[in-house]
């Protein structure tokens, strides 16, 4: 694995929690003759919120996958609470408190948000308890300060913000150790991705680990603790949330020459030329 750095050269500090809910080492996952994951090595603390970048095709959504009980992994361990496990199918990896929300959100349009929050796990099916589901709804939705009209509002009249609120709710409603995002603010405009970005630490605070999928470097800089690089399915580095730009498109390009490197070297000169007395010209220079 890709040496862990920051801006500063030196490795990011250890979380406060010691023990990792939820660790990986040497995963690898193949489609015949495709390769999609090779000798991953990931690890998520409590109160944590992991970034998860890389370009199309780098294995994200297949780690996803995996994580998910989706996929099986050819080869590697999965740790979760320090102990070895093998997530052989979603119910499993519920079973253990890992849940993730897709990009797609599988949400029911035309259901309310009650009835999307409790999806498959409604109380008393047979007669549905109502009344405790919608008491339920309203407390968790209150502890993330969700900012939902009504709860008997249909899905389909919400925002992208609170659609992707619903979901995590829903999410969360098993008590997960682990919550994965994938790409939670895709297609946001600015006050619905600040409002998952809100909700995104408070899933935080409440102890939880977060791994977030997302191609948006700024959204990754407003809440990760560390960003882990995918490139090409392999592991290519994991840094600071203060790395800059140019640190993290080389990263995830292998090109430590590119559009971003070169913009930013030009601004440093720039920057240097603009405090320099010996760059300014004198203005007898000037006048020939």
Do not use: Y
């Amino acid at each position: 694995m890709t040496t862990t750095t920051e801006s500063s050269g030196r490795p990011p500090s250890p979380p406060p929690d010691s023990q990792p809910v939820l660790s990986l080492h040497g995963v690898s996952k193949s489609f015949g003759a495709v390769s999609a994951l090779t000798d991953i090595d990931l690890e998520v603390f409590p109160r944590e919120v992991v970034a998860l970048v890389g370009d199309n095709g780098a294995g994200k959504s297949t780690l996803v996958k995996v994580l998910a009980g989706v996929h099986l992994p050819d080869s590697g361990e999965i740790r979760f609470e320090g102990r070895p496990v093998h997530v052989t199918d979603p119910s499993t990896a519920l079973g253990l408190g890992i849940a993730t929300v897709f990009q797609d959100l599988a949400l029911c349009e035309n259901l309310d948000v009650v009835a999307n929050l409790f999806l498959g796990q409604e109380l008393s099916p047979l007669r549905l308890d109502e009344v405790h589901m919608e008491t339920r709804s309203w407390e968790l939705l209150h502890e993330l300060s969700a900012r939902i009209p009504s709860l008997r509002t249909p899905v389909a009249s919400l925002s992208g913000g609170q659609r992707q609120t619903v979901a995590i709710a829903r999410s969360l409603l098993l008590d997960p150790k682990v919550i994965i995002l994938d790409e939670p603010t895709a297609a946001l405009g600015v006050a619905q991705t600040a409002e998952v970005l809100d909700l995104i630490e408070r899933v935080r605070e409440r102890g939880l680990g977060v791994i977030m999928v997302s191609h948006n470097m700024e959204d990754v800089r407003a809440v990760a603790d560390r960003i882990v690089v995918l490139r090409l399915g392999r592991n290519n580095g994991v840094f600071e949330a203060t790395a800059s730009n140019e640190e993290l498109v080389s990263a995830i390009t292998g090109a430590s020459d590119n559009s971003v490197s070169r913009r930013t070297a030009r601004r440093t000169q720039a920057a240097a030329d603009a405090t320099d007395p010996a760059s300014t010209p004198t203005p007898t220079e000037a006048d020939s």
